[in-house]
Each structure stands twice: as structure tokens, then as C-alpha cells.
């Protein structure tokens, strides 16, 4: 008899529904609430997040079903679930955390009917992208949002709002916080904004040229921290040699401030460092229309430079490597120092 009144299984839609219902539950928190009754709330709700996942994912007795990925998909936002679960966040649990910022990223991945739906819902909710930049500053939240955040970005329209915004600057002290792994985040976060949307990041960078490579300069690339350095020189060469920033490059080059910070970095013990610089170095030699105080400063340094050349090596051999620093040795060699005009 028992078998007759089994409950029928949830839909992927049923699925979203309660987990929304739950969630205005948790958001609105009264005080009169029996805290019974809500722990019981809760655990229904990290249970309900957690079988979201598995339709998402799968598990490991079965793939995930694409029908029933396109119903949740297509459900979760027909309504505000995603703005409930953010806001909501800071009340779970840390695995239903974990959870839900998995079901968050995998949602921006799926197509409904050939469609992106997540980025239809984010443009008319971009304020969201606030509370996941701020939640850098909170310790507890900041590599839930930070996750979240990245997955949301694979959107041009979304990056290019997280672009345009006064967040940007908060980039460069994000970066610099004394916890190692959110520094990382955020560092990794910084990185896809200014590698992912190739024209957006170029339109950015050519309007914000002044302000950024200021801050850029004097927060990254001259931090007192080792590791900030590194990365900063390794995406600086990752940015000016992307032929989409081709003018921003050649812009830089023309900087004496510029080339002044990338001899440092080429004279640092680290070798990785040096190395990553030498990349952004060349691109300053190899300019045909130096700018008369840029030679000035090479051909000052030039028997410095040769001689930091002559021993400079990749651990690996590296054909590419050796026939860019032949060419860069070749370049400071010629040069004749520039009547000023």
C-alpha cells in the first residue's frame, strides 16, 4: 500500500519555486519565528540548493539532462530567484554557500531555446553586480561573490557595465589585501575583465588611459609586494600585446615614467619577474617612432642594458625568447641619440 502514496517527484520548476519561496522566507526573517521552525526552513533550503546543483550537474551516477536544465534554466529567471539567492547568501551555511555559487555559475552557461537568458536577466538587474564587487569586502562572502562575479562577466554587456563603473578603481585595492586568497580572486577577477571582451577592454582602456595606467603603475607594478608585481607585469605584457589594445600599446611606449618602471622591474632578483618585463621592455625598443627622451634614457643606460642582456636566460630554452632579445640588443646597439625638437 505504502508504494501508492509515494510523493511524485519535483520538476526542475518545482524545484525553483520552492527554493524562491523559501528564499523570501529567509529574506524577510521575521523575529516571531519559532527558531525550530526556521532551522527546519533552513535545512529544507540547503537541501533544495543542493538538488538544484545535481540537475545542473549531475552527479555521479548520471549526467545532467538538458530538458530538465532548460526548465530549471528557464524558471529560475522567470522571477527573482537569482537576486534572492545573492541577497540571501550571507544567511546560509557554508556549503549551501558553496552550492549555490555553482549553481549561479553554471546558469550563465545555459542556452534556453539558443539563448542566454542569464544575460537577458542581468542587464535588466546590473545593480546586482554591485553587491558582488562589494563582497570583496567582506571575508566571509568574498569568494562566493568573487566566483559568482567572474561567471557573470563571461557576458560582454556585464563586464562592460563592471567596466564603465567607479568598481574598476576598487580593483587595485582589492588586489592588495592582506588576505592572500582574496587578493587572488580579486586579482583573477581584474584579470578577465581586462583580458575576456577583446573591443570592449579596448574602448575601456583608450577612454580611461590616464586614470588606469596611473593607478596601474604606482599600485601594481611598484607594489611593495612581490607577487602583486608579478602578476601585474605578466598581464601588462598580456594587454599591450593583444593586437585589439595596438594603440593603447603604442601609447604606452612613448611613456619615459613607463619605460623608467620597466628597467626596475628588469633589474629585480626575481627571474620571473625579469622575464615578464622583458616582454613589455621590448615592445619599447622595437618602436620605430621613439619620442626623443625615451632614446635619450636607452642610450644613456645602453652598456647597462647590454651587459644585463648578455646573461639573461629562460629556464627552458626558448628559440622565440633568444631571437626577441637578439633583436632588442640589436635595436639599443643602433641607436643615436635624438635631437629634442
Known amino acids: 500500500m505504502k508504494a501508492l502514496f509515494k510523493s511524485k517527484p519535483k520538476t526542475p520548476a518545482d524545484l525553483v519555486r520552492q527554493t524562491r519561496d523559501?528564499?523570501?522566507?529567509?529574506?524577510?526573517?521575521?523575529?516571531?519565528?519559532?527558531?525550530?521552525?526556521?532551522?527546519?526552513?533552513?535545512?529544507?533550503?540547503?537541501?533544495?540548493?543542493r538538488d538544484l546543483k545535481q540537475v545542473?550537474?549531475?552527479?555521479?551516477?548520471?549526467?545532467?539532462?538538458?530538458?530538465?536544465?532548460?526548465?530549471?534554466?528557464?524558471?529560475?529567471?522567470?522571477?527573482?530567484?537569482?537576486?534572492?539567492?545573492?541577497?540571501?547568501?550571507?544567511?546560509?551555511?557554508?556549503?549551501?554557500?558553496?552550492?549555490?555559487?555553482?549553481?549561479?555559475?553554471?546558469?550563465?552557461?545555459?542556452q534556453v531555446q539558443s539563448r542566454l537568458i542569464a544575460c537577458d536577466y542581468l542587464e535588466k538587474n546590473i545593480d546586482l553586480m554591485d553587491i558582488l564587487v562589494a563582497g570583496y569586502e567582506n571575508t566571509d562572502l568574498a569568494l562566493h561573490y568573487g566566483a559568482m562575479?567572474?561567471?557573470?562577466?563571461?557576458?560582454?554587456?556585464?563586464?562592460?557595465?563592471?567596466?564603465?563603473s567607479e568598481h574598476m578603481k576598487k580593483f587595485f585595492d582589492y588586489i592588495q589585501l592582506p588576505n592572500f586568497d582574496i587578493a587572488s580572486d580579486a586579482a583573477a577577477t581584474f584579470k578577465e575583465l581586462l583580458t575576456r571582451h577583446k573591443s570592449t577592454v579596448a574602448e575601456f582602456?583608450?577612454?580611461?588611459?590616464?586614470?588606469?595606467?596611473?593607478?596601474?603603475?604606482?599600485?601594481?607594478?611598484e607594489s611593495t609586494n612581490y607577487i602583486t608585481r608579478r602578476q601585474a607585469v605578466k598581464l601588462l605584457g598580456d594587454i599591450l600585446l593583444d593586437r585589439s589594445n595596438s594603440a593603447v600599446m603604442t601609447r604606452y611606449v612613448c611613456s619615459r615614467d613607463n619605460l623608467r618602471i620597466l628597467?626596475?622591474?628588469?633589474?629585480?632578483?626575481s627571474k620571473s619577474i625579469q622575464i615578464e618585463a622583458f616582454h613589455v621592455f621590448k615592445l619599447f625598443a622595437a618602436n620605430q617612432h621613439k619620442p626623443p627622451d625615451?632614446?635619450?634614457?636607452?642610450?644613456?643606460?645602453?652598456?647597462?642594458?647590454?651587459?644585463?642582456?648578455?646573461?639573461?636566460?629562460?629556464?627552458?630554452?626558448?628559440?622565440?625568447?633568444?631571437?626577441?632579445?637578439?633583436?632588442?640588443?640589436?635595436?639599443?646597439?643602433?641607436?643615436?641619440?635624438?635631437?629634442?625638437?
Not at 28 to 38: A, F, M, Q, V
Not at 207 to 214: E, G, L, S, T, V
Open 22 to 49: 523559501l528564499l523570501i522566507f529567509v529574506d524577510r526573517g521575521g523575529p516571531d519565528t519559532k527558531e525550530s521552525k526556521r532551522d527546519e526552513k533552513m535545512a529544507e533550503l540547503s537541501k533544495l540548493i
Open 56 to 110: 545542473l550537474y549531475g552527479d555521479s551516477e548520471s549526467e545532467p539532462v538538458a530538458e530538465a536544465c532548460a526548465q530549471l534554466t528557464q524558471e529560475f529567471f522567470r522571477e527573482n530567484t537569482l537576486r534572492l539567492l545573492i541577497v540571501c547568501l550571507p544567511k546560509l551555511n557554508l556549503e549551501t554557500r558553496k552550492d549555490a555559487t555553482q549553481v549561479v555559475a553554471n546558469l550563465q552557461r545555459q
Open 149 to 164: 562575479l567572474r561567471e557573470c562577466i563571461r557576458h560582454q554587456s556585464v563586464a562592460r557595465y563592471v567596466l564603465e
Open 205 to 221: 582602456l583608450s577612454k580611461n588611459y590616464d586614470w588606469f595606467f596611473a593607478e596601474y603603475n604606482s599600485k601594481l607594478l
Open 263 to 269: 628597467m626596475n622591474l628588469l633589474r629585480e632578483s
Open 294 to 341: 625615451i632614446v635619450g634614457i636607452l642610450v644613456t643606460n645602453r652598456s647597462k642594458l647590454l651587459r644585463l642582456f648578455a646573461d639573461f636566460k629562460t629556464d627552458k630554452e626558448d628559440e622565440q625568447f633568444e631571437a626577441d632579445k637578439a633583436q632588442v640588443v640589436k635595436e639599443i646597439a643602433a641607436l643615436e641619440p635624438k635631437e629634442r625638437p
